[in-house]
């Protein structure tokens, strides 16, 4: 089974940011970590080495060591450090992708990630005002069914599935 690759992160109001990403190398992870945070902020992440370089262009880039069992730590300066927000955002998504959806198209990641992402934004909205922005956000937004089953991309480009085979040549 493949996995898709996901990236986020929680701003200060406790905002969640998530995207899928194509890949994980640091490179391409630094380059989102750059569109998706100021360079102003105080950075949290694991102890992931694809941080470590981008880490040093922000404010401030401050780790927590999952593989040693820290999820919280507090700096001589009794700041808190912990990534426990957006770790329990990729809780709700895996719950919701194997509770709700049991599986998930590879042709959709993003709106999956979207919808969590929208949901867990607007936790604290009654249902009623969430019901409202959500039909708000969706005005001029069209989904047709021929998008949602076709396997190549606007530029024919082959999406997802088995490779179609290749047409007989006609005979006359």
Do not use: C
């Not at 981008?54 to 507090?74: M, T």
């Not at 599986?103 to 867990?120: A, I, L």
Request: net charge positive.
């Amino acid at each position: 089974m493949r996995k898709t690759a996901v990236v986020g992160g929680v701003e200060h109001d406790g905002r969640v940011k998530a995207a899928v990403v194509r890949s994980t190398r640091a490179a391409e992870m630094a380059e989102i970590v750059r569109t998706m945070v100021d360079e102003k902020a105080n950075l949290r992440t694991d102890e992931s080495v694809i941080y470590k370089t981008v880490g040093q262009e922000f404010a401030s880039h401050k780790r927590v060591k999952h593989a040693l069992g820290q999820y919280v730590r507090y700096d001589k300066d009794g700041e808190t450090v912990t990534t426990n927000r957006i770790e329990g955002f990729w809780a709700g998504l895996k719950r919701q992708i194997g509770g709700t959806h049991h599986s998930v198209s590879r042709k959709h990641p993003h709106r999956y990630v979207s919808e969590v992402e929208f949901k867990d934004n607007n936790r604290k909205l009654s249902d009623a005002d969430r019901t409202v922005k959500l039909i708000g956000a969706s005005v001029q937004r069209r989904l047709t069914y021929a998008e949602q089953v076709t396997n190549h991309d606007e530029a024919g480009h082959f999406l997802y599935g088995h490779t179609p085979a290749p047409k007989a040549p006609r005979t006359a």
